[in-house]
């Protein structure tokens, strides 16, 4: 028997009932707040309970091969592989997104007393010296003649 993500987990393996997967269990890596179910939250031990069963309730006149048994590892072994390398990229992600936010800062903060343009929501140049750096929602604004503009409004330095 072959698991792809189409078979049934309550189907039969060889006549036998193989049992459905919990949806509490957690997948290989696990994600934090993730609420998962189904195929999804098939982890090794399910993965290993489900072969035992296959082994279990099969034919002895007709057992299965083992060359799908070790298809079927590879396949796991695969999947959970790239569950970790997406789980990475993941983590890498929020790293480079953090570190933006955090250059943007540093980049209003050197504003603080330079003579700035900014570009206001009718699309009108304004000149200023910028006096402050204030933040909005997670991104820093400079602050220029008393109105607060984003960081990405300012359209020229003198």
């Not at 934090?32 to 082994?55: I, K, P, R």
């Not at 790293?95 to 570009?119: C, D």
């Amino acid at each position: 028997m072959t698991v792809s993500p189409t078979s049934s987990l309550g189907a039969s393996v060889n006549g036998a009932s193989v049992p459905q997967a919990s949806s509490a269990s957690s997948s290989a890596g696990g994600s934090a707040g993730a609420s998962q179910t189904g195929l999804n939250s098939l982890n090794e031990n399910d993965f290993m309970q489900l072969l035992v069963t296959q082994l279990q309730n099969q034919d002895p006149m007709n057992p299965v091969d083992n060359t799908q048994m070790l298809a079927q590892l590879a396949q796991f072994s695969a999947l959970e592989e790239m569950t970790q390398v997406a789980q990475t990229d993941a983590q890498v992600l929020g790293a480079v997104q953090g570190l933006e936010s955090e250059m943007n800062l540093l980049l209003a903060h050197s504003l603080i007393g330079a003579k700035v343009t900014v570009q206001d929501q009718s699309g009108s140049q304004v000149q200023g010296t910028v006096s402050s750096v204030t933040m909005n929602q997670g991104s820093p604004q400079v602050v220029v003649n008393g109105t607060s503009y984003p960081l990405t409004q300012v359209v020229g330095m003198s």
